[in-house]
């Protein structure tokens, strides 16, 4: 089996992608998230992959203390919200060489299968400790609309995130900036075989798992995947330019049409 490491929005079907792994014998963490009522089958994301993460952007975002943040700065994310942080496109990530450490001890498992919205723009800083033949990457995305609707209504259940000011267009520019990260992870991989890219939809038909299978050479729990789960609407609106772009190509890229 290759090593997985999971990247796309939150809100896009990335826990149900890891979810088809997690029986396949890999490693996808020790300290799981707890479970709730918009992932009931749980999140599969491991706390210090999350928290490498979070380290890693404390050093590109700054740091506003939280009575200012909430006077002032109410859609400014903070630690543990930051799978919502909006990243412009050309910001480099950061690092140091203590979270250097800790990403080679949490990759030393020969089998692992990680999954973390954050990687969506952290990935530059763990790419170099990959292994570059036995790691593969899948980008998990779906509609904008309803990815940015499910956030917001993600914030608006979760108490943790109830101090974060969310809206739509908010939530849209999170999708824009995370896939545009990505694409561009994607554009400067030499062998871009180590890439999927697949629809939330076509997990749901089953086509997805069949390219995924083949990718991770792994078995995928075929059973995993609850199309009842899938409960926001497609949305109508027109989308912005610059959203729509990136999500033909992502669709191009993952042959749904």
Known sequence: ??????????????????????????????????????NP?????????????EDILSLVIPHCPEIIRKQFFPSMTYYRA??????????????????????????????FCYKDPRFSYTLPVWRPFLDPKGTVFICVFREPFNTAISIVKEC??????????????????????????????????????????????????????????????ASVDKTFPDKSFNRTKIQEDTMPKKIEHIYKKLCSLASYY
């Open 1 to 38: 089996m290759h090593n997985v490491i999971i990247l796309g929005s939150g809100r896009s079907g990335t826990s149900m992608v890891t979810g088809v792994l997690a029986k396949a014998g890999y490693q996808t963490g020790n300290n799981y998230l707890g479970q709730n009522n918009s």
């Open 41 to 53: 089958k749980g999140f599969f994301e491991d706390y210090e992959v999350n928290t490498i993460n």
């Open 82 to 111: 930051r799978w919502l942080a909006r990243i412009k496109p050309g910001i480099a990530m950061k690092t140091k060489p203590s979270i250097n450490e800790r990403i080679k001890k949490i990759i030393s498992s020969k089998s």
């Open 156 to 217: 608006q259940d979760s108490q943790a995130l109830h101090p974060l000011k969310m809206t739509k267009n908010i939530a849209l520019k999170v999708w824009l900036y995370m896939y545009q990260h990505i694409l561009r992870q994607y554009e400067e991989e030499r062998d871009k075989s180590r890439w999927l890219f697949v629809h939330f939809n076509q997990i749901l038909t089953g086509e997805g798992l069949e390219k995924i299978q083949l990718l991770t050479k």
